[in-house]
């Protein structure tokens, strides 16, 4: 499990990337949205897969309430989940 924790992390990370420094750019530089529309339902999804897995993880791991809102907090800050899995699941 972990290692499907982990790649929903790197996921959930790099479409929350694209979508903020490159889809939504380009929607308020050129006023098209296609890019933004088109990364919004997978980000959503690997979100919420991300905070469920969290969930489920929370025993396996002991985390301690303080490590899992890091973990949790991480899913919002860009560049979060990658600094999750460097050192908290490895």
């Given amino acids: ?3 499907i924790f982990r790649i929903t992390a790197f996921l959930e990370g790099l479409s ?3 979508l903020l420094f490159v889809a939504v750019p380009i929607k ?3 006023g098209d949205d296609f890019y933004v529309q088109l990364l919004c339902m ?3 999804l690997l979100f919420m897969a991300y905070v469920f897995l969290a969930l489920y993880l929370k ?3 002991n985390w301690d309430t303080k490590t899992f809102l890091l973990v949790l ?3 919002i800050i860009p560049f979060g989940t990658f600094y999750v899995d460097r050192k908290v699941l490895k």
Avoid: D, E, V
């Fill in 42 to 44: 997978p980000h959503g």
């Fill in 1 to 3: 499990m972990n290692s």
């Fill in 16 to 18: 929350y990337i694209l």
């Fill in 28 to 30: 308020y530089q050129s």
């Fill in 73 to 75: 907090a991480a899913s």
């Fill in 59 to 61: 025993p396996q791991y």
